[in-house]
């Protein structure tokens, strides 16, 4: 919920809280469930139930876009308002806008949501970590007044940090690859690829790689600050080559930001729910149910 409420806002800031009250969430899950299933559309699948939510989905985000032209409101400082701006170089459909927005939501909540959770897992199974980590929170915080907010420069510090949250990744493999395009004939290993076929790099495997990671089942943070976060070759958790994932600063500094209060101001143990399922996608079908206390 905070993940996606987060992304929300950023879309449409005003209108956020009354979209959540429509019963948004739901049926944003459903057709998560349905791009997830094997594509035959019959009553009671999951793809039957994702194609009907995209439908309510649409039709709740076609009211937004035209009531914030009807107010006059494409000014505001949000997404929408970004999209909805007269002097735009290009100019987008009320189709085009909705289709943008149901794919910045999807690929934006998801893979916070499950890589916080997956962190928060992971932490709790590995104290060590955890105790580091915590070090390098609570020196930002002797830094700064009970309730100042962290910033920019602080989020940057967060070295560990972007660690954790790289290994989580690699570890639960939140997205299992990429999709790319070639755009000539091409070979690879004796293998001719024709132009224009569609390539899907399956990245758990280069995760799980040994000759790559070192003891690849193993939870250890620190393998990435050996070389340095930023010279990492073998790195696909965003994607790879020129086509980075967008939401890659804003994923990690949202992530950073969650971990920042929760191991600064509580601290947790696992109360059960505990079973994690790594495929089709990474997920606690019956929740991770934790106790919080006070730090």
């Not at 057709?31 to 649409?58: D, E, F, K």
């Not at 199974?125 to 309730?147: C, F, N, Q, S, T």
């Not at 790689?209 to 010279?231: I, T």
Request: some cysteine; aromatic content about 10%.
């Amino acid at each position: 919920q905070m993940a996606f409420q987060s992304s929300l806002r950023q879309i449409a800031s005003e209108e956020a809280d009354s979209i959540m009250g429509e019963g948004f969430m739901p049926e944003f899950f459903r057709l998560v469930l349905g791009t997830l299933s094997l594509p035959i559309n019959l009553p009671n699948t999951n793809y039957r139930r994702g194609v009907q939510a995209r439908h309510n989905i649409t039709c709740l985000l076609r009211k937004l876009v035209e009531d914030r032209k009807a107010s006059g409101g494409a000014k505001k400082t949000d997404m929408l308002g970004y999209l909805l701006d007269e002097d735009n170089k290009y100019k987008l459909s009320d189709e085009e806008m909705i289709d943008l927005i149901i794919t910045i939501l999807y690929s934006g909540y998801e893979t916070v949501s499950t890589t916080s959770m997956m962190a928060v897992k992971y932490l709790h199974d590995h104290p060590k970590v955890l105790e580091e980590l915590r070090k390098e929170h609570m020196a930002i915080r002797e830094r700064k007044g009970p309730e100042d907010p962290i910033d920019y420069n602080d989020y940057k510090s967060m070295r560990l940090t972007q660690a954790v949250i790289y290994e989580t990744s690699r570890l639960a493999t939140i997205v299992n690859g990429v999709l790319r395009k070639t755009t000539k004939e091409m070979e690879i290993n004796g293998y001719v690829i024709p132009k224009d076929w569609r390539i899907y790099v399956y990245t758990r495997e280069l995760n799980y790689d040994q000759c790559l990671y070192p003891h690849p089942l193993s939870f250890n943070p620190w393998r990435w600050l050996e070389n340095g976060l930023e010279n990492q070759n073998n790195l696909l958790i965003f994607g790879g080559g020129t086509r980075q994932c967008p939401g890659r600063e804003l994923g990690l500094a949202e992530i950073s930001t969650f971990l920042h209060y929760l191991v600064t101001r509580y601290k947790w143990e696992e109360v059960g729910g505990d079973k994690l399922m790594k495929f089709p996608r990474v997920e606690a079908p019956n929740g991770l149910h934790i106790r919080v206390s006070a730090h």
